[in-house]
């Protein structure tokens, strides 16, 4: 039998950004999609140069942000939000924003 002590222990020193599958958590990737969201939103005019995130590919959003973080892209804004990030947090953020629908897939 696993004591309280034992099971409050593991809870704490579970990673953020995943649940004990493993798998992204999404609640969390929600939660830390709020500080993207003032500049990725679905944008009006083509040619926009920041992207919306929403529909975007796990993989290419992890390609994307980990780039940032170890200044490979060239965007000190970027750089500096992605460098706040560790590997959990950015696997949260790609599942959320993964699952998202941009507007034009959106049903009515």
């Known amino acids: ?21 493993n798998k992204p958590d999404l609640e969390y990737g929600a939660y830390l999609a709020s500080e993207c969201r003032g500049c990725h939103r679905p944008q009006a ?19 994307v942000m980990k780039a940032y973080r170890e200044k490979r892209l060239a965007n000190p804004v ?13 696997a949260a953020l790609a599942a959320y924003f993964a699952r998202q629908q941009t507007p034009a897939k959106m049903k009515p």
């Open 78 to 90: 970027m750089q500096t939000i992605a460098g706040r990030f560790n590997d959990d947090d950015l």
């Open 1 to 21: 039998m696993i004591s309280a002590g034992l099971a409050l222990t593991a809870v704490l020193l579970m990673p953020c950004g995943l649940r004990a599958s």
């Open 45 to 63: 005019a083509a040619g926009a140069t920041i992207p919306d995130l929403a529909g975007m590919a796990e993989a290419t959003f992890l390609e």
